[in-house]
């Protein structure tokens, strides 16, 4: 290539790079150990030229390089300042143009507005983990490995033998070990269950376990807090009974209905299972049941959340269907 042709081409490539990325490689191209500028002089054959022929390729090749190096300057000044252009032309006193916030999950808002109503009656929030181990979610609640009510929470196991928690009931032993007797707590979170999926049947969903551990804690204690703790959700003054219910971790075990207006139709709904805590769930606990008694219950935050806002099907709530998450966010 020439002389005049190589500068020729190195304008235009300079002219068309936009950014620093593509410059250096310009560099490369013109000026780099293999590039056609210093090729230049790598091919002259020296030996068969005067002294005066030597000191004017030099003097050519010096000047050409130096133009060339400070072409590429100039070019990634060029880029840089650009650069700066692009990001003033950002107004940041503009409103956003997408100006949706997000929203908070209807079960997540269930669950906080529950939390602080027990927190009001005293309890205390805990988590806990989502795999826990086989004790914690059976064993520890009076459902030994061939009881029966393990085939109702058939769940996922991991293969260091741990278990996605089929219920929140599966922190009532740990609470008990960890902070003793009185207690009252409780523990909000995902469970796991292996289901055939239906629009009340989710494999995964939020329950909301709570217990309290007293010197004189009765049914009475129990009726009164699930009382009051529904009036609050609901805003009204809320009626409820108790039906038998068995579950191998209460003594006695109960489901707690609560009368509602649903649909124009005055009636009772099932929510909760709850119960007085078991002896050997308290003696599992630490806990000396000669001393102490407890109620537990569990409450489908997931059946709650859906009653509340009249969602049909529970598949809807981990779908993440835009069409349904917008409904929420004028509630934020
Ligand atoms: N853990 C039980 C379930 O998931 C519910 C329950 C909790 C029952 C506490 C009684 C007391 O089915």
Known sequence: MKLAQIQATLESDLADVQAEEGLALVRARYLGKDGLITNLRKN????????????????????????AEAAVKAAATRIAASGRNE?????????ASDRRLGAIHPIVRTQIEIEDIFRSMGFTVYTGDEAVSEFENFDALNIPGDHPARDMQDTYWLENGMVLRTHTSSMQNRAM????????????GRCFRNEALDITHE????QLEGMMVGTDVSVANLIAVMRDFLSAVFR???????????????????????????????RWVELMPCGMIHPA?????????ARYSGFAFGLGLTRLAMLKHGVPDVRLFNKADLRVCQQFQATL
């Not at 494999?203 to 939020?206: G, K, R």
């Not at 409820?240 to 971790?249: A, E, I, Q, S």
């Open 44 to 67: 002259v054959d020296f030996s068969t030229m005067t002294i005066e022929e030597k000191r004017d390729f030099g003097s050519t090749f010096n000047t050409m390089r130096d133009a």
């Open 87 to 95: 990001s003033l032309k950002f107004d940041f006193t503009l409103p």
């Open 177 to 188: 070990r960890q902070l003793g007797a009185p207690l009252r707590a409780i523990f909000p």
């Open 203 to 206: 494999n995964t969903f939020y």
């Open 236 to 266: 009204t003054e809320i009626e409820v009974r108790l039906r038998p219910g068995f579950f191998p971790f209460v003594e006695p075990g109960f489901e707690l209905d609560f009368r509602t207006t649903l649909g124009g139709v005055r």
């Open 281 to 289: 769930v308290l003696h599992a606990g630490g806990v000396d049941p």
